[in-house]
């Protein structure tokens, strides 16, 4: 068990929808990483939060936005949803200045847009 | 911009095999390397990691890699390989802090043990 929670763990919607994923960190990390697992791209970074500041973007579509909160959890909101979309979307926790300490992931939420 | 490359989509070894999952890298300065293991369903599990100091890192499972400066690999062995051991690697490089420390993962390569 990473400490990492992730829910839900599947998502199944249809086009143009609007989804929220959920994730809490480990206990006492600061640092939240999104990424997206898909077969064409592989494992991609979407955006990073540390203490509830954006950190780091990457390939994050503008359709996709991304928050913090004061308790550190934090919630990954996809919008205008499109087939490919559908993807495995991790989140990751570090300890702080951690960069060199492994990331820490969730088991991930399996979306699908049919 | 840093990268990780894994030049093998696939690896089959027999039970019993010492197996070998191969990654080059291309950063600069110092890499901070890393690798996982994803099973299906699951998330990325933390192998072992470079940060400095000894070429050969031990890490969980029995799994070691060997850091190679001059040849820019960093590539995962195990000396007998078990069926258990079946699964998707990914070797990882992170970006420095001021870049916001996010991992750059490699392909992935499956391995296969067979009994």
């Known amino acids: 068990d990473s400490g990492v929670t992730q829910t839900p763990k599947h998502l199944i919607t249809a086009t143009g929808q609007r989804v929220t994923l959920r994730c809490s960190p480990r206990s006492g990390d600061l640092s939240v990483y999104w990424y997206q697992q898909s077969l064409d791209q592989g494992l991609q970074f979407l955006i990073q939060?540390?203490?509830?500041?954006?950190?780091a973007k990457g390939n994050i579509l503008e359709r996709f936005s991304a928050q913090q909160f004061p308790d550190l959890h934090s919630e990954l909101n996809l919008s205008s949803l499109e087939l490919g979309d559908s993807a495995l979307y991790f989140c990751?926790?570090?300890?702080?200045?951690?960069?060199?300490?492994?990331?820490?992931f969730g088991d991930g939420t399996r979306l699908s847009i049919l | 911009a840093q990268s990780v490359a894994q030049p093998e989509d696939q690896v089959n070894v027999a039970e019993g095999n010492p197996l070998t999952v191969k990654c080059t890298y291309s950063v600069s300065g110092n890499p901070y390397l890393f690798w996982y293991v994803q099973y299906p369903n699951r998330g990325l599990q933390f192998l072992l990691k470079?940060?400095?100091?000894?070429?050969l890192v031990k890490g969980s499972y029995g799994f070691e890699a060997e850091f190679n400066k001059s040849q820019t690999s960093f590539h995962l062995k195990k000396p007998s390989a078990l069926v258990s051991d079946s699964a998707l690697y990914f070797c990882a490089v992170r970006a420095p802090y001021n870049q916001g420390g996010k991992l750059i993962f490699g392909q992935g390569t499956e391995l296969s043990v067979k009994p």
């Open positions: 990751a926790s570090s300890a702080p200045r951690g960069e060199r300490q492994p990331q820490h």
């Open positions: 470079y940060i400095t100091g000894d070429n």
């Open positions: 939060y540390y203490n509830g500041e954006e950190r």
